[in-house]
């Protein structure tokens, strides 16, 4: 088969990586973790080990005090040797490697060891220093780490990239009243002085980004599996919740790691498998090896829970086990890969999901799950490939985005389409044994799976993998394996919608509100009226939680001003009926939270605020604490007048304390006192107000909410400002979250303007950022034109 194209893109691919890693002017070692100093650390380090002692103290205010001990072994000594730490000098107090004692000097976030005090073979370094807070998630009484990409250097000196696997042995002195898990089994606790240390055992070969722990004030839960147990970790309060979703949890993790062994023929590669509920947790989940952290509202669902929400926990846990395969078990080589355990890990978790939901449309989900998302990438000028150069790791959170999470699955069905579902089987099962406990590159897979196809698989790769935008033969396709991109469709379609299946239903779906977005092909508040007129009779749960998706959008942001004053009142009372006519309590759930989005007129306002008073009520809903807490957010927002009793009386009544710690943050951004919400905006220029970001996020969602969009533009520019700086203290999404959540409502041509002015005075910024901020702008600019 010709190789030659896949060649020359690699060659290419090359260049560009050695062109952004060309070495600075100062310094013997770039600050981050370049390219070119992961590359000679793999040839010269091997067969690493960390001991790691932590102690926490009770206080957050206290630091975190360290000591560790790594061994390795080395090819070559002639040159010094760079350990990843991002702190000031101040923060390493001893060093000492191979008995010798150091200075101890931090530069340019590296700790470089002499050439005089290494030698070939086994050396050994120990330090003693103190732990940044920033990767350790530091709660008043728990604390977690979060090192993906590479923020375990911020908290540790280690070699801090994926190939540079290592075992990792753990001992974490802690408040006495606290639980911890950590990736393997523990071995001891032993208890002084209003202490316990816990000691873990030492863990397979795995990458620093997979190293973790849990530890603080946690609720523990054990079930038996496999002859030991399974832990779970959490902070809920509401014990009938607990019992409620318990049940589903363990046995969707059990089921999970027995569907992997069967899929991939490898037995559960590691010790053990424990998992912790995170309140506010940033990501959905985090697959640390053996302690998976997830955030604790997507797995401890409410009562009558959508079917759309008992679907992204079954698929978010089957997403987690995953990865102990694809990603713990073998591991990108780079993070300019770390899209091929993503793109893995989602495809099979929807594989896994289909037999748990036979009731659901796994079609349709799969449709709707990923295509509007990697529409709303590849349809803007800031698109960007699949496998994108990366030459320093303090880059690799650009790596992640819609891309990756939502086209990856697209391309990889296409894959399992055109090889055959066992050849790929096969092909990753040759994969997993060959690269076992290791490390491997897209190319090298392709090369596995080319040997089992007479199809040019590198040319493919070129297009799908190697290539922004829409694929164009893919547009085209009828077949619904193979299609991807936006297709012709007019309104008039809408009249055949009784006869269509709920895929086809999906489709036109997509296909029209993709020919609103294009100049106005599909007249947006023609198509705003029929999607309600089909709301209140549309059966599938997933396809009416679309149409809502698209009317917030269209109401939102997309129809001019006249356009929604008259929809208005007809979406308002579409709502009503259809809640009115819902005799299935996920469904009631869905349109109430989407009326309580959209409510603007004063008897729907007076009558929600009745329900969260406890006056009034809608048969079939619940409200659980979360919800009441949401509506009065909503409310405040909506009836400044009453923005100050609704947030007062709804503190005093939480009952959770991390709820309580939320919506005390939230507050100021909810106040109807601008000055007030300016203050708490200008607050944010501090990293140390955007830790938890999660909380950060639904603040800005208030404060650029529709309703105050006009204030809002005077946050523009400085969110701009601050965003290279969010990307270095920042979390993997956060950066592309807070540009999303900023822009989101804002269509005036002087935001657009704001935005387009900000890029033109930088023509030197940022790459990935500009790519970032261009996706984020394309369907505001839309709008605008639209609006016009
Ligand atoms: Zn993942």
Redesign the pocket.
């Known amino acids: 088969m010709p190789k030659f194209c896949f060649t020359l893109v690699l060659v290419l691919f090359m260049m560009a990586c050695s062109r952004t890693t060309a070495p600075p002017e100062s310094g013997p070692v770039e600050p981050g973790v370049s390219l070119a100093l992961a590359e000679e650390r793999a040839q010269r380090v091997s067969d690493v080990s960390y001991l790691v002692h932590l102690a926490v103290p009770e206080a957050v205010s206290e630091a975190v005090a360290g000591r560790m001990e790594i061994r390795f072994n080395l090819a070559t000594a002639e040159e010094p040797l760079a350990l990843d730490f991002r702190a000031a000098s101040e923060a390493l107090h001893s060093l000492q490697v191979n008995g010798a004692a150091l200075p101890t000097a931090v530069e340019a976030e590296h700790v470089l060891l002499p050439t005089n005090t290494l030698h070939i073979g086994e050396n050994n370094v120990a330090l003693q220093f103190t732990a940044g807070d920033s990767a350790l998630n530091r709660n008043p009484d728990y604390l977690y780490t979060l090192f993906v990409p590479d923020r375990a250097r911020t908290a540790l000196p280690v070699f801090d990239q994926p190939d540079l696997k290592a075992s990792w042995e753990l001992s974490l002195d802690l408040p006495a009243a606290w639980e911890a898990i950590a990736n393997t089994p523990r071995l001891s606790v032993s208890e002084a002085d209003g202490r316990r240390v816990h000691r873990f055992a030492a863990s397979e070969p795995i990458s620093s980004y997979l190293f973790g722990f849990v530890a603080g004030r946690f609720q523990s839960v054990t079930r038996g599996w496999r002859g030991q147990g399974m832990t779970m970790l959490h902070r809920e309060t509401d014990p009938e919740k607990l019992a409620r979703n318990l049940d589903d949890i363990f046995r969707q993790h059990r089921e999970a790691v027995a569907w992997l062994e069967d899929y991939t023929g490898v037995p559960f590669p590691f010790e053990k498998l424990d998992f912790a509920l995170i309140p506010a947790f940033q990501y959905g ?3 640390h090896v053996g302690a998976i952290q997830y955030r604790a509202e997507l797995l401890l669902l409410d009562e009558n829970p959508t079917d759309d929400e008992r679907l992204r926990r079954a698929s978010l846990i089957a ?2 086990v995953a ?1 102990m395969w694809f ?1 713990n078990l073998v591991t990108m080589r780079w993070f300019n890969d770390v899209w091929t ?2 793109v893995f ?2 495809f099979m978790a929807a594989k896994m999901v289909n037999p748990l939901f036979p009731e659901i449309d796994h079609e349709l989900n799969f449709l709707l799950r990923h295509y509007p998302a990697a529409y709303a990438v590849d349809r803007s000028a800031g698109a960007n490939p699949i496998r994108q150069a990366l030459g320093n790791l303090n880059e690799a959170g650009q790596m992640y985005g819609p891309i990756i999470y939502n086209k990856a699955p697209i391309m990889m069905r296409q894959l399992e389409s055109l090889l055959g579902a066992d050849a790929l089987r096969e092909g990753l099962a040759a994969y997993l044994e060959r690269f076992a406990y290791a490390n491997a590159t897209w190319p090298a897979l392709v090369e596995i799976l080319d040997q089992k196809t007479p199809l040019d698989l590198a040319a493919w790769s070129d297009t799908w993998v190697h290539s922004p935008g829409f694929p164009p033969d893919s547009r085209q396709a009828e077949d619904t394996a193979l299609f991807y991109g936006p297709q012709a469709a007019q309104l008039e379609d809408m009249a055949r919608w009784p006869q269509l299946s709920p895929v086809a239903r999906g489709r036109l779906l997509l296909n029209l509100f993709e020919g609103v977005l294009q100049g106005g092909a599909v007249a947006p508040e023609a198509y705003a009226r029929e999607l309600l007129s089909r709301l209140t009779a549309e059966p599938n749960q997933l396809l009416l939680s679309q149409m809502l998706d698209q009317l917030a959008v269209l109401q939102q942001l997309l129809l001019a001003d006249p356009a929604r004053e008259r929809v208005q009142p007809d979406l308002e009372a579409t709502l009503w009926q259809a809640l009115a006519q819902s005799t299935d309590a996920g469904r009631t759930r869905l349109l109430f939270d989407n009326l309580t989005q959209l409510a603007r007129q004063p008897e729907t306002l007076q009558r929600l605020h009745a329900i969260w008073r406890g006056e009034d009520s809608i048969s079939g809903l619940a409200l659980a604490e979360r919800d009441r807490i949401r509506l009065a957010e909503r409310l405040a927002v909506a009836m400044p007048e009453r923005a100050s009793a609704l947030i007062t009386q709804q503190l005093a009544q939480v009952e959770n304390p991390d709820n309580r710690r939320r919506l005390r943050f939230l507050a100021p951004a909810l106040s109807a006192d601008a000055t007030e919400r300016d203050a708490f905006f200008a607050s944010l220029a501090d990293p140390a107000n955007r830790a938890t970001e999660n909380w950060v996020l639904d603040a800005l969602g208030y404060l650029h909410h529709p309703l105050r969009i006009a204030h809002a533009e005077r946050y523009l520019e400085p969110s701009l400002e601050w965003l290279q700086d969010i990307q270095v203290t920042g979390d993997i999404f956060f950066p592309s979250a807070w540009l999303n959540t900023t822009l989101r409502y804002h269509h005036t041509p002087e935001a657009i303007a704001t935005v387009q002015g900000f890029l033109q005075a930088r023509p030197a910024y940022n790459a990935q950022l500009r790519m970032k901020i261009l996706q984020a702008v394309d369907l505001p600019q839309r709008a605008m034109q639209l609006r016009e």
């Open positions: 989940g985090m697959e997403h987690e990865h990603g355990k993503e890990a989602n």
